[in-house]
């Protein structure tokens, strides 16, 4: 009887790019740092000016509200991080795009490092068939489009 082939993400172990140990070490990583952002943002409130949430974990207030009266690139990702944290994806996408969208990624990738160490199948074949440079590029126009975006948006 033919077999079907298998999907990239049910490639065994043993057949990984990487030596066993090392896409081990990669899945608990990636594992590690999904859990520890839910962890540190559960208790967090996403603050309701749509950013200045990372004070909340002891951070300075960010100087370009302040001096300029406008956002910088990365304004809003912790309140958007907070935000997909606590389920609410649509409240955290119109908040700061970019932040929304790679907490969703950086989540979505420790559910599947878990699933991969629970099944002992390949964390790093996926990442490997990635297409790296284009989620490079999305990821600086998502920045990029966010901080326009920001700037059309922000009150001040």
């Known amino acids: 009887m033919p077999t079907s082939p ?3 993400w049910t490639i065994p172990l043993r057949d990984g790019p990487l030596a066993p140990w090392t896409d081990r070490v990669f899945a608990l990583l990636f ?3 999904a859990i520890a952002v839910v962890v540190l943002l559960a208790p967090v409130v996403p603050d309701a ?3 200045g949430t990372h004070e909340q ?3 300075a207030p960010c100087s370009w509200p302040i001096d ?3 956002p910088c690139p990365t304004c809003g ?3 958007a991080a907070s935000l997909v944290v606590h389920g609410r994806l649509w409240a955290a996408i119109v908040t700061q795009p970019f ?3 790679f ?3 950086l989540l979505l990738l420790g559910v599947h490092a878990l699933c991969c160490l629970v099944a002992r199948r390949s964390f790093a074949d996926l990442m490997v068939r990635l297409p790296f440079w284009r989620l490079v590029l999305f990821s600086v126009l998502l920045l990029l489009g966010s901080w326009c975006y920001l700037w059309w948006t922000w009150p001040g």
Do not use: N
């Open 6 to 8: 298998r999907a990239p």
């Open 31 to 33: 594992a590690g740092l």
């Open 49 to 51: 000016r749509g950013h």
């Open 57 to 59: 974990l002891g951070m």
């Open 68 to 70: 300029y009266h406008k």
């Open 77 to 79: 990702c912790t309140t």
């Open 99 to 101: 932040g929304a969208v």
């Open 103 to 105: 907490t969703m990624a």
